[in-house]
Structure formats: structure tokens, C-alpha cells
């Protein structure tokens, strides 16, 4: 019986991929990263086999190709991972050069294989405890201010957070929490959806990524183990504190679950926020937060923030300092922030089926127009 001929597909001038250094090219109905240095040619498939991540639009470190969204690395020319992550490889290809064209040849790749990877404890299937003190409800803090741990001062909006977590703990027979971002390490978002809206996972790809990164801590809290979220913050100029801001980002892979998945994480959970400053601007910041924390997919008590200013003409932030620490109003009002917020987790778990799917006209989970193009 004759040997059956191999199968080789030109992808287009050497001399193009020569240049480039790395590119990627149609292969039928795959796409290949081809790679081009100390005088060799290296094809390999062009798919990561983390997240899908095209390899061709990514980099090399040597002989290895970076992936683009999240840096895994294979070999240009074998496909084999890097040195200890050697079991994931992805399929490499034959090529050879002839009258100044490239050619792959198509019907003898190696085999792709992914190491078996356990789940991350954030991706487990989100799940309500039942049984006893099953309807104990669960209150997290999280305070946002920024501070030298080594070195803690007072901090007005922490102090009124304290009051209505103690409330909450006390009087309404809550679970709590306290986490404060201060005392967590953890990276900024690294814009991994600006390269592809699904190089954004769940749970964040550095959270996967990085075992010293710290906001795991908040991811569990929010997702798998709260009822109620109560959120502090200073007033920064204007604005919530950097903190604030640096937590919000990297709860943008819970958002864009909706976006790319129609995946709601937050489900029957309420939050409300506590903001304090020198200067006023109150409004404005308690509705960037209830915004952004309405897409996250929580629900908002009545009346769901309190706050606090000395105002424009009051530079003396001794004098605020005393006026939070002292005052029984705003105590009382951090408490009965905590019962309304309290109260209306209840009256979800109570009475309202968990949202599994959102309408998807007109939300963020409409869906997606490579979607559209590709179906």
C-alpha cells in the first residue's frame, strides 16, 4: 500500500514572517503562530491553552512565545511549555521554505495537551449554606481608606463602618466581617480585558495567577459569603479613595462575567456605603458607587448611603475627626444603615429567586457583536 503524501498549505512569503518575527496566519480553519529566529522557522498552534489567548499576537522571550493576555509561555518550535509547566503543550507543525514561499504542512501536527489544572477555590459553584443558622444573615465591612498599617490613624469613615458592623453583630445577630484594603497586598488590574473581553475570567487571572495577591479575600467575601456588603470610604478629591478605585477594578471580572457569559455571580445581595470627607462632594461619589455596585448585580436598602462633610470652608480636619468620634447622630445613622441593608437581605432570601440569567437587550450581558458575527 503507498505511503499517503503529506498535506502542505502555503501561508505566504518568508520573508513577510521573516520580518514580523511573529505572526499569525490561517491554517484552514485554524489559526497558527509562526515564529522566525536565529534563521529558523517555528510553527505552532495558535491558541493558548489557558484561556484561548492568540499566541501569534503575542511576543517572544527566546525561543518561547508569550502569550498576549496572560503571559503563558510554549516553545516557538515544539510547543512544549515552559521549563516546569513542560505537560501543557500546544500542537506544532512542520514547515520548510520553497521558491521564497512558507509552507506548514497540515495532517501531521503533535497533539495538544493541558496539564490537568484543579479549579481555583473562587470558581466553585455558588451556593447558599442551608441547615442551622442558615438564616443568619452575613455582613461584610469593607474599608477602603488608605493607611500606613504600621503607623494606623483614625479614620472617620472606618470608625462609622466599625459602629455598623457592632450593630449588625450585636443587635441584629449578624454574622461579620471586617476587611480592611489597607492591610491586603494586591495588584492592580492589568487592563487584560483592553486586549480581549475574554481575557477577563472568573476569577481574575491574577488571582489565578499569583498565590501572594490578597483579593481573593475580597472576592469570597462578595461572591460566596456575604448577604450584605457595607463599603467606607474617605472623600479624595473629590472622589473615593484610591483604594476604592484599585478594589473596583479588579471587580471588573465580576461585571464582565455578564458581559461575556451572561454569568451573574451576585446574586440576592444588598449593599449600602459610608462616606466621609473634608470636603463635600457627597452626592457625586455615592453615585458612582451605587452605580458601579448596581452592574456588580447587588440591591440597594432605602436611603442607602450615609455621609458626612465639613464642607468647603472647613479646613480643620481636627475639628472632623471630633465631629465623627463624638457624634450619637451619626453612630445612630451607621446602625440603621446596617438594619435597613440588614433587613432587606432577609426580605430577598425570603422571597426572591436567585437571578441566573439577565435580559440581555439593552444590558451589559447583550450580546457581544463577535458573537453575533460568528453565529
Known amino acids: 500500500m503507498a505511503e499517503k503524501k503529506p498535506s502542505w498549505q502555503e501561508v505566504g512569503a518568508a520573508k513577510d514572517f521573516q520580518r514580523a518575527g511573529l505572526s499569525e496566519a490561517r491554517l484552514g480553519k485554524q489559526t497558527v503562530a509562526i515564529s522566525w529566529r536565529e534563521g529558523k522557522f517555528g510553527v505552532v498552534a495558535g491558541t493558548c491553552n489557558h484561556a484561548g489567548g492568540p499566541l501569534g499576537q503575542g511576543r517572544l522571550d527566546g525561543d518561547y512565545i508569550v502569550c ?22 500546544v500542537p506544532a507543525y512542520e514547515c520548510k521554505v520553497e521558491e521564497g514561499r512558507l509552507l506548514v504542512r497540515t495532517d501531521n501536527p503533535s497533539k495538544r495537551h493541558k496539564k490537568p489544572h484543579p479549579p481555583h477555590p473562587l470558581a466553585r459553584r455558588i451556593e447558599r449554606a442551608t441547615g442551622k443558622g442558615a438564616d443568619t444573615i452575613r455582613v461584610v465591612g469593607i474599608s477602603t481608606t488608605s493607611m500606613d498599617e504600621a503607623n494606623p490613624r483614625y479614620s472617620t469613615s472606618e470608625a462609622l463602618l466599625g459602629a455598623a458592623l457592632e450593630h449588625a453583630r450585636g443587635a441584629l ?71 476604592y478605585f484599585k478594589m473596583a477594578e479588579r471587580l471588573n471580572c ?6 461575556i457569559r451572561d454569568n451573574v ?28 455596585f448596581s452592574e456588580l448585580g447587588f440591591h440597594f436598602p432605602q436611603f442607602p448611603y450615609i455621609a458626612h462633610s465639613r464642607g468647603w470652608t472647613a479646613e480643620d480636619m481636627e475639628q472632623n475627626v471630633a465631629d465623627v468620634m463624638h457624634s450619637e447622630e451619626l453612630h445612630t445613622g451607621a446602625q440603621e444603615l446596617a438594619a435597613r441593608a440588614v433587613g432587606l437581605a432577609q426580605n430577598l432570601l425570603s422571597t426572591c429567586a436567585p437571578v441566573e440569567k439577565t435580559p440581555r437587550g439593552g444590558r451589559k450581558a447583550y450580546r457581544l457583536e463577535i458573537e453575533r458575527s460568528a453565529g
Not at 471586617?178 to 492589568?190: D, G, P, T, V
Not at 480585558?193 to 477577563?200: D, F, I, L, R, V
Open 265 to 292: 455571580l451576585i446574586r440576592r445581595k444588598v449593599a449600602a456605603f459610608i462616606i466621609t470627607g473634608g470636603q463635600d462632594n457627597v452626592q457625586a461619589v455615592a453615585g458612582g458607587m451605587l452605580g458601579y
Open 173 to 243: 445577630k449578624c454574622e461579620t466581617r471586617l476587611i480592611r484594603l489597607s492591610a491586603l497586598k494586591f495588584r492592580n488590574c492589568e487592563g487584560y480585558y483592553s486586549k480581549s473581553a475574554h481575557a477577563c475570567t472568573w476569577p481574575c487571572s491574577i488571582t489565578q495567577m499569583d498565590e501572594a495577591d490578597q483579593l481573593g479575600e475580597v472576592y469570597e467575601a462578595l461572591v460566596h459569603w456575604a448577604d450584605v456588603v457595607l463599603v467606607s470610604t474617605p472623600i479624595r478629591w473629590g472622589a473615593a479613595s484610591a483604594l
Open 68 to 89: 498576549p493576555w496572560h503571559n503563558w509561555k510554549f516553545h516557538r518550535a515544539s510547543g512544549v511549555g515552559e521549563p516546569g509547566s513542560e505537560e501543557d503543550r
Open 254 to 259: 465580576v461585571q464582565n462575567q455578564i458581559t
